[in-house]
């Protein structure tokens, strides 16, 4: 069945290219507009900024690359050397470092995970869900974040031990599978950038709970997800208290390997740095990934306001 | 294709003592496009939204066809659902907007394919099937909202302002084509506005809401020629009719120094223990007679539209813009007088509204 409808071929208010155009005027104006252009002091201190930003990794990657007496030398040595491989082998040999990264991969992923799916079902709840006692059971969510970590060690340690995990990678990944910040992060997300109207046309369109919260909230809630996917693995990846109580030498993550790097009398300087580069590469990795989702994050949230 | 019917459905927000819909009875024919209008807070959205399935009714029932689905989740009503904000997903194309519902419902692709196709030809999306809201205009995203309640063949089309968004031109032109659209398929839609213009031209009839409460449902003509109340009398209506409240004296109302003839049946009974009458007359329905012929009138402004102009006066006696006191009249462009001219306008007895003062209501 047609139907035609008097003036539908005039409905259109301007053309797609000239619509497109348009957009892209405007995105042009803004950035080479007077009020966008970037002044020489801009310039100086985004420099400054990003270079001590980046120094401490730099500095790991020359001083991964040069022998003890090298390092300790005056002035000490401000470019990379040839010894690099070397110190990564090393390393790598005096400390299960291979092992370790793939333990992290693992912990810090499954973490990573877990605490995104049920930190934005949870944020979802809190923050789109009528139910009695929603704001009592947030204002508990949130007051954990007030109880110290080392308070809860002793207990948590005996619940491990009950269990026959300790020296188990799943001690140091159940027990961070969610974060009341997470739940927190996401609810205020998700309060602000999915609109009621939303999840009641997929209420209308004959959605469950659970399907409106897969097809509709997941995707609007991508890039705070994102965002807080990076925070989580790079929290995960960077833990040492809990692990280092949980787990022993012989089934490490990589931060309690390379507390095995640093302990002797004489603690090797390169070979201590040469094994925290290779920690860190995975984490660099992440971020590429994930970086473009993170930006999109902040800035769609800026925009949301 | 089903009737509705409110049977004294009622809505109480929690912490609110007064209903937001209060005992509302209508029933809304099959193939009917019954337009809901009234002011900010009226009730109009929830009633819409209780049938709907996205509000709770607390007291009474509502029906659809021959079915109570005062309980039932939006899911199990058979209808479907235009947002003033078109609530369009924003990670999915328009093709798979439209065609959500019925992948949910377990149409096979085939037909879905074919019902998308089918309602974008008739909306005359089938160029931005591909495309994602943020690419499209308004004007787009509001026909792309219609083509996802088309494609699922509801029994009932709900529409809660869906112009609101669109700038004048568009929503004159978008409006004339729902209405024809709906009327083709034939379903029977709700339609909520605030805008009586809007009202007036689209619905088949139109019910007019205040504070939760059904003023009057009937006909654009009738509601016009006949309104129920002050209230409606007022609200329907652009500009909205003169209302005065005089004292009732031998042979009419006096207004200002002047007196307009209400026939003596109506004036006893309007002014029956007060002694005062409400009397309504549209900008149309004066004429500008000459000197001494009519009520005298100060102009205050003139508005020139090129097809009417219109006359913002004060009649003589009264204070300017106390109580809204003023009078307008619509005239020939042609020949306008000047601001601070007196002139003389004479109100056509059959034109005249007379309602009662203290319960607001028309009397005939």
Not at chain 2, 105 to 120: F, S, Y
């Amino acid at each position: 069945m047609t139907i035609t409808l008097p003036g539908t071929g005039t409905t259109e208010v301007r053309p797609v290219g000239r619509a497109a155009d348009g957009a892209g005027g405007r995105a042009r104006k803004g950035r080479g507009g007077k009020s966008g252009k970037a002044g020489p002091v801009t310039y100086t201190v985004l420099t400054l900024t990003a270079l001590v930003s980046i120094f401490p990794l730099y500095w790991t990657v020359v001083a991964g690359s040069h022998t003890n007496a090298e390092l300790a030398a005056s002035p000490p040595p401000f470019l990379p050397n040839a010894s690099l491989f070397d110190n990564f082998a090393a390393a790598l040999d005096q400390a299960p470092i291979g092992k370790a990264i793939l333990n992290s991969v693992l912990v810090s992923g499954a973490i990573t995970v877990g605490t995104v799916l049920f930190c934005t079902l949870a944020g979802f709840a809190f923050a789109k869900l009528q139910f009695r006692g929603r704001g009592l059971l947030l204002a508990l969510v949130v007051g954990t974040m007030m109880v110290p970590t080392q308070l809860s060690v002793i207990p948590l340690f005996m619940m491990i031990a009950d269990l026959q995990w300790v020296n188990q990678l799943q001690a140091v990944i159940l027990p961070t599978l969610v974060s009341a910040f997470g739940v927190f992060f996401m609810r205020q997300y998700l309060i602000s950038a999915l609109p009621n109207e939303l999840l009641e046309a997929g209420r209308v369109d004959g959605a469950s709970t659970f399907r409106i919260f897969w097809s509709i909230v997941v995707p609007v809630a991508r890039p705070a997800m994102a965002v807080l996917a990076m925070l989580t693995f790079l929290t995960a990846w960077n833990e040492f208290f809990w692990p280092i109580i949980a787990l022993t030498t012989a089934n490490p993550t990589v931060q309690v390997a390379l507390a095995g790097l640093g302990s002797g009398y004489v603690p090797q300087q390169s070979v201590i740095m040469a094994g925290t580069l290779l920690g860190t590469l995975p984490v660099l990795v992440v971020f590429t990934i994930l970086g473009k989702q993170i930006v999109g994050g902040i800035m769609q949230g800026a925009v949301k306001g | 294709m089903a009737t509705v019917t409110f049977e004294q459905a009622t809505r109480i927000y929690p912490r609110s003592d007064r209903p937001a819909v209060d005992a509302l009875d209508l029933r809304i024919e099959d193939g009917e496009l019954l337009v809901v209008v009234g002011p900010s807070g009226c009730g109009k959205s929830t009633s819409l939204r209780m049938l709907a399935g996205l509000e709770e009714v607390d007291t009474g029932a509502i029906r659809i066809g021959d079915r109570d689905v005062t309980d039932a989740p939006p899911k199990d009503r058979d209808i479907a659902m235009v947002f003033q904000s078109y609530a369009l997903y924003p990670h999915m194309t328009v093709e798979q907007n439209m065609g959500f519902a019925l992948r949910l419902a377990g149409v096979g692709k085939a037909e879905i394919a074919q019902r998308v196709a089918e309602a974008a030809r008739i909306l005359d999306l089938e160029d931005y099937l591909q495309r994602r809201p943020k690419a499209l205009s308004g004007g787009q995203r509001q026909r792309v909202a219609m083509g996802r309640a088309i494609v699922r063949q509801p029994q009932v089309f709900l529409m809660d302002e869906p112009l609101s968004n669109l700038d004048a031109k568009l929503r004159v032109q978008t409006r004339t084509q729902i209405a024809a659209l709906v009327r083709r398929l034939g379903t029977t839609t709700v339609y909520v506005t605030h805008d009586q213009v809007e009202a007036m031209t689209m619905g088949d009839r139109v019910a007019v809401l205040k504070d939760g409460l059904l003023q009057q449902c009937d006909t654009p003509a009738t509601i016009y020629e006949r309104p129920a109340n002050v209230f409606v009398a007022g609200f329907i209506g652009s500009p909205a009719m003169n209302i005065v409240t005089g004292e009732a004296v031998d042979g009419g109302v006096r207004v200002g120094t002047s007196v307009l003839p209400v026939d003596r049946d109506r004036l006893s009974r309007a002014s029956a223990g007060t002694g005062r009458v409400t009397v309504g007359f549209r900008p149309e329905c004066l004429d500008l007679g000459g000197p001494g012929d009519g009520v005298p009138v100060v102009v205050d402004v003139v508005e020139q539209l090129g097809s009417d102009a219109y006359l913002y006066t004060t009649p003589e006696g009264v204070q300017a813009g106390v109580g809204g006191s003023g009078v307008v009249v619509r005239i020939d462009p042609r020949q306008v007088p000047v601001p601070g001219q007196t002139v003389w306008l004479r109100t056509r007895e059959d034109s005249l509204h007379v309602f009662d003062p203290v319960t607001q209501a028309r009397v005939d």
